[in-house]
């Protein structure tokens, strides 16, 4: 009897300390390592090496979080409108997440400046949203992260003062990156939405 409630005691242990992971699934392999202490103290940008596993989320946070004022990696997207050259920055958003930055709705907020005057001018303009993703995740959960960040977009547009019947949301997903480097640079470039304008 006292084997059996040893047993059945170790059972319950090992399952209590195993646990159960909360991550959601976008796709991530599970046998994924976190890194080394060193590795988490660098948070510089560099390439993965073949064979290397890492933590992902992890990867993208250091990236994320280490800008130091730099937007040098966002995507300048140009229009034709009537004519005229405009030229508007992309907005772009950390790993898994489609909620604007503080330093991104300065972005959405300059775009809106640029953008309001023409649609005054040209009732017939319209705002082609056009929100993207990294490669990380199916094809399916980056085709709705990429529709709920263009919608991140629009609703700052609309909260401006642009009428929401002249904006058109489309997701891409991962279909369409601008950079094509395994880096977590290059990822974060992905991460985006583009502002196009549609006379």
């Given at each position: 009897?006292?084997?059996?409630?040893?047993v059945?005691?170790?059972?319950v242990?090992?399952?209590?300390?195993?646990?159960?992971s909360?991550?959601?699934?976008?796709?991530?392999?599970?046998?994924?390592?976190?890194?080394?202490n060193?590795?988490?103290?660098?948070?510089?940008?560099?390439?993965l090496k073949?064979?290397?596993?890492?933590?992902v989320?992890?990867?993208?946070?250091?990236?994320?979080?280490?800008?130091?004022?730099?937007?040098?990696?966002?995507?300048?997207?140009e229009s034709?409108?009537?004519?005229?050259?405009?030229?508007?920055?992309?907005?772009?958003?950390?790993?898994?997440?489609?909620?604007?930055?503080?330093?991104?709705?300065?972005?959405?907020?300059?775009?809106?400046?640029i953008?309001?005057?023409?649609v005054?001018d040209?009732a017939?303009?319209?705002i082609?949203?056009?929100?993207?993703?990294?490669?990380?995740g199916?094809?399916?959960?980056?085709?709705?992260?990429?529709?709920k960040?263009?919608k991140?977009?629009?609703?700052?547009?609309?909260?401006?003062?642009?009428?929401?019947?002249?904006?058109v949301?489309?997701s891409f997903?991962?279909?369409?990156?601008?950079c094509?480097?395994?880096?977590?640079l290059?990822?974060?470039?992905?991460?985006?939405?583009?502002?196009?304008?549609?006379?």
């Open positions: 009897m006292k084997k059996l409630t040893l059945v005691m170790s059972l242990l090992v399952l209590f300390t195993a646990g159960c909360s991550k959601k699934d976008v796709g991530f392999d599970a046998t994924s390592k976190t890194k080394t060193n590795q988490a103290k660098d948070k510089s940008v560099s390439p073949k064979g290397e596993v890492v933590n989320k992890d990867n993208m946070d250091a990236i994320d979080n280490n800008t130091n004022g730099d937007l040098s990696y966002v995507n300048v997207v034709n409108v009537n004519g005229k050259v405009v030229k508007l920055r992309s907005v772009h958003f950390a790993f898994d997440k489609y909620k604007l930055s503080n330093e991104m709705l300065v972005i959405a907020k300059d775009n809106y400046k953008i309001n005057p023409l005054n040209n017939n303009l319209k082609k949203l056009e929100g993207n993703c990294d490669e990380w199916t094809d399916e959960y980056n085709y709705a992260l990429g529709l960040r263009a991140s977009a629009k609703d700052k547009l609309v909260s401006d003062g642009i009428n929401p019947n002249s904006i949301l489309v997903g991962e279909s369409n990156p601008i094509h480097d395994k880096t977590s290059c990822w974060k470039k992905n991460r985006r939405v583009d502002y196009k304008l549609l006379p």
